[in-house]
């Protein structure tokens, strides 16, 4: 019989030899010395574990995980033009990536048209730059929508681009119930991180419902929403905020969608998720594991969803933008690793490893390869593919699993006192959290209490310089002619027909998606039906809080 | 000390269409506790915009954050509607993602300075203390 935990840390560990006056996470959580079945009493491996794809799922969604299919490699590619992407996503689909995942440049993701005046400087720059259906062609030219699952990376503007991905498959002569992806259209974490909006919180809404309710009825393999925290932990918040507002944000949607009537099991199971990956290794596993429990029972028991697709969390997850260093960039690729490792153990369905340069620019081919690649060796050379969560039962893992649950609970418990995530977003809740935590992290980091490597401390005299990708100024130029050529070519008057459908549907309630989706094969723009957003739903401003 | 008579006024501004604010919150809130007077704009400002708040505001400097590559477009559009408005005495500075030549090109444009990603607040107010005198009345 071993003696009581305090009985140990009291005559048998040397307090007086820590390294560190203070263990914390780098959500700054303060970490035992030790973790033993003291942390875990009163625990129960049914209620808490479950085996792998058994409820809560804490130990994975698939009885088999990876030994049985592995996770999806989904690199996130997007820059220029539609050809230019198109290229890149061809070389990843040949170097051994199994699905594609798009980034649009900042005009396409907030509305605008690659002629107009706000879209100058910023065309092809972050992303592909597509205006109209002719772009989107040009994107999937030769990429077999029917057999590769795609992911878009767009919110505020999800409806047009999903309707035009689905617009091309028609034409290509797939139906919508054979098509498989994600769309990434969460509007909720715009408002508390990313900061890609057109209209308030509301209408916003709204539409991401619409495209839930489209979704589920014509394009039943489809995810029509990804409630993403990656974006709330690069704001800087930490990794219990991210776990708490990202549940809070896929709570506001299935009560959003149960309040107009949906029943909860017919859209519950193509509800996807996407987290962050960031450097502290088993706080990030713990936060996997938390979140698929906290969903299952959040599932079950707020919502009585009974279908067990309609419990399990499946996420996408990216190793963490924010943690790279433009210092010595090639020590990128070892925190990529480590982070990927984290985001394997922690069971994720999806991965994005970020390439080494991406602090500098978009990622060349060669430093996308190597990211690429970090993932075949991580699922095929180091042998961790063969166990289904291994961590599982390790008294630090569960004990920290069963931490980050609590406060992200209580975090929720908040929110629904302050009556709900678009409530608590209006009043700046979630945002100030975040600003809060970054500002106390970066702090920490200028006082150099917390080390990134290359950046204050182990610093070079002279970087070595490397070659990063340059997108050209020719792009916008053409890009925009390209525009303005296809919209002097089209049907006048069915643009004007397919519009006023779009801007009817918008005013009297009824499913945004059918129009929009007529409207994108008449060749309306992204400008143009995010023009009738504006209109109908107003402009939102961002409140500017410091 | 050259400003010594009354605190620096600074304009925090995010011009261009990226939501990316962090840098940008976190800066502000570094120059108000260093004792400056700060104003952020928001987001998803035009250069115009930023140019008119620079007037209202009756500052000493301008901090442009963007992340969204369309620094080499935005930066020297700012420059110009601050001319426009014979601003040519606010000193403007920038931070992001922006490659090593184009911060050459930007310099010579009339960017005093550009901090890229690392560069520690405590430099970035440093910086300011000991490059923007207020200006005349």
Known sequence: MSTGKADWLETNYPKQADRLERYTSLSDVEVDPLYSDEDLSGWSYEEKLGHPGQFPFTRGVHASMFRGKLWT??????????????QRFKFLLAEGQTGLSTAFDMPTLMGYDADHPRALGEVGREGVAVSSLADMEALFADVPLDEVTTSMTVNCTASVLLAMYFAVAERRGIPLTKLGGTIQNDMLKEFIAQKEWISPPEPSVRVVVDMMEFCAKEAPRWHPVSISGYHIREAGSTAAQELAFTLADGIGYVQAAVDRGLDVDSFAPRLSFFFNLHNDFFEEIAKLRAARRMWANTMRE????KSPKSLTLRTHCQTAGCSLTAQQPVNNVVRVAIQALAGVLGGTQSLHTNSMDETLALPSEESVLVALRTQQIIAEETGVANFVDPLGGSYAVEALTDKIEAEAADYIRRIDEMGGIIRAIELGFPQKEIAEASYRFQQQLDRGERVMVGVNKYQLETEPPIEIMR?????ERKQAERVRARKQARDAAAVKLALGNVRRAASDGS?????????????????????????CFGVYHDPAWI | MSHEDRPLR???????????????????????????????????QTPEMIAEAAVQEDVDAIGLSLLSGAHMTLFPAVIDELRKRELEDVAIFGGGIVPAEDIVELKKLGIREIFTPGAATDTIVAWVRANVPPREA
């Open chain 1, 73 to 86: 490699m989904r690199q996130f590619a997007g820059f220029g033009t539609a050809e230019d992407t198109n």
């Open chain 2, 10 to 44: 600074i304009l925090v501004a995010k011009p261009g269409l990226d939501g990316h604010d962090r840098g940008a919150k976190i800066i502000a809130r570094a120059f108000r506790d260093a004792g400056f007077e700060v104003i952020y704009t928001g987001l998803h």
């Open chain 1, 511 to 535: 499913n945004l998606m059918p129009p929009i989706l007529a409207a994108v094969k008449v060749e309306c723009t992204v400008g143009e039906i995010s023009d009738i957003f504006r209109d």
């Open chain 1, 471 to 475: 997108i050209g100024n020719d792009i």
């Open chain 1, 302 to 305: 707020r919502f009585g969803a």
